[in-house]
DNA sequence: AAGGGGCCAGACAACGTTGTCAAATCGTAG
DNA sequence: CTACGATTTGACAACGTTGTCTGGCCCCTT
């Protein structure tokens, strides 16, 4: 296995002149460089990761750290974050956080104080709910850990953020429900310590408005992004007296549970009653009917984060430099939507 | 930040004294080995990982490969993993392997060459389709990796494996059906290079022959483990003259498919027809009706495969012994299965 | 009582890289 | 032709740990 020594010898150089240019340094003839890069080559060199850390202080390694929510959207943000990192020489390390009672900001810092004493990644990148809390990305950029933060509008204490226009998305979900002929309209709220909760609510709540429809307090009932609340949600909806044609579940497992909750009560979407989701899920092709949903571009978020992370500490002037990056979502027409049951 | 020396000179011994007693090394008095804990704790030392590894030759990491597919099943499995890693002190790292075209062991070892190259991990947990190639855990482990292969039943060229008696298993849900009165079950396979599609099909046949049902070939559908397969194989079915009265999936996702292939015409479970599935992933919960399916233990094959991992090589005593897991599985009674429509 | 073997503790080097600093080289101007 | 500054290169130490080796101690045997 090919140490710098040999390249060194290889090239005819010291092993200070291979070290700069491995690591794009200045101050380096060209003709050397060339003549390094191609002796490292042949050699297959490939640096000692321990032994850089451990001289430089650098890690070479990027943490990405989940809730205990399993699912698609954390597998594919982890899977292009994967691809970036293995391209650009850096690991990937994974965290789960499960359990946090309490203050979400305090339980994190209490969970990785120990991790990131020692095996301090250069970045980290924090998704719903971590990416919510201000306090946790300053922490970290207080610690010298550039921070990616994904699926949230803020700049702060961030290299680069990586979001959607939810509330847009939101919209023009709504915009599909109201333009079929809906007017009641219902809204499952998600967890109320992620930020999408309200901006989706707020996409709905805009759109209902600039319909000229009555906003009915009643109509919304709150969720926390599971299965289980969006059934419970569907059955105490579908049960009121004056029941909503169209339910806006925040997102694609609390909008499964409606469509259950309308089975239980002998309810077919989009004959009875319409549904949307949002996420675009696995479990939204697998509901009958199929969900129509909003699709964000979660592999992206992934890749883009990572690539801004990376960059940020290879060129490491200093200078801290946050990017806001938006990416388009695209709408998935299904099959749970139609007119309201009045109208046919 | 404490670093072995600190420790020394607070325990009033040398740094290799420290050294031994960190890592369990023989030859070190009690006294002393009591004196030296303390002062580390009350520094709040943490060994550095490069340091030990540029040192020792060891990474202290944990390698975890997936499929492409996302899922709960993999998922849980990092979960497990992951905690014991950490509270081992090694770090976890996953890679995602998607692209395989052709041999699969080929592809594997393409893939991680270079990787394995100077990032080598201690241990590798595989998990199916990996697990089942002999080829790939073979490589590994004369590369001197240790190996844990999960959902396979095989004790070669592994440190561990851990399973359920999938055959079992699927005995079990076939019994069920059986004992409900169904004659005409259908099965719908997995991906053929997953031993698990065998040992669940075996599972079937062989109640089936019990009971004295003549077995109907017209009733194995081929699979690959996906919603899309399932759905196709239950419109299959479901058009059939003389169709089954129940299904066995090889897994959730695919029962799923065969849920709304009866939606789709008009047939309801359990009233019109029965279904199984097997995994108990979240899908099964989510489905109208939810369905009845096998939960094996993935949060137990994570944390059992990478106890056993770390066992092997910090007793590296050179002995390679293999063990087999067989942990047990739990039937999930749900409302998918009933009678068979005839009997009603 | 002397010698030998087993156990325990420490001194020292080494792992492969990067930071620091000094030396060498080059170009340019006086 | 010399002097000076800017640029390029290299020698050396250092990062924190573990492997090797040596020496001392104790206990047992002869």
Chains 1, 2 share one sequence.
């Not at 060194?8 to 491995?22: D, M, N, P």
């Not at 989940?66 to 650009?88: E, K, M």
């Not at 109320?192 to 009915?216: K, N, P």
Request: with cysteine.
């Amino acid at each position: 296995m090919a140490t710098m020594l040999d390249v060194a010898k290889l090239a005819g150089v010291s092993v200070k002149t291979v070290s700069r240019v491995i690591n794009n340094e200045p101050h380096v003839q060209d003709a050397l460089r060339v003549r390094v890069k191609t002796a490292a080559k042949n050699l297959g060199y490939v640096p000692s990761a321990s032994a850089r850390s451990l001289r430089s202080r650098r890690s070479y390694q990027v943490h990405l750290i989940n809730h205990a929510t399993t699912g698609t959207y954390i597998h594919c943000i982890q899977a292009g974050a994967l691809q970036v990192c293995q391209d650009g020489g850096y690991q990937l390390l994974v965290s789960v956080m499960s359990d946090h009672r309490g203050d979400l900001a305090e339980a994190f810092k209490r969970r990785f104080e120990r991790q990131l004493e020692r095996a301090k990644p250069d970045g980290v990148i924090l998704v719903p709910p971590f990416a919510d809390v201000d306090g946790i990305s300053r922490w970290l950029t207080n610690q010298d850990i550039a921070v990616a933060r994904i699926g949230v509008n803020t700049i702060d204490n961030c290299v680069v953020s990586v979001l959607i226009d939810e509330f847009k998305a939101a919209q023009d979900l709504t915009s599909l429900l109201v333009e079929r002929g809906h007017k009641r309209i219902a809204f499952i709220r998600g967890s109320e310590d992620q930020s999408a909760t309200e901006e989706r609510f707020r996409g709905y709540a805009s759109v209902l408005e600039d319909a000229g429809i009555q906003f009915d307090p009643d109509l919304v009932i709150e969720g926390d992004f599971h299965f289980p609340t969006g059934l419970a949600a569907g059955l105490r909806l579908f049960e009121m007296t004056d029941r909503p044609t169209a339910v806006f579940a925040a997102n694609d497992d609390m909008a499964a549970g409606v469509i259950v909750a309308g089975h239980k009560l002998g309810l077919v979407a989009p004959r009875d009653f319409s549904v949307v989701g949002f996420d675009d899920a696995d479990i939204a092709e697998m509901t009958w009917p199929a969900l129509t949903t909003v699709r964000q571009p979660v592999l992206d978020f992934g890749t883009v984060a990572t690539l801004d992370l990376i960059r940020s500490f290879e060129e490491g002037d200093g200078s801290r430099v946050s990017t806001r990056r938006v990416l388009d979502y695209e709408l998935v027409l299904r099959d749970s939507v139609g007119p309201p049951p009045s109208t046919r």
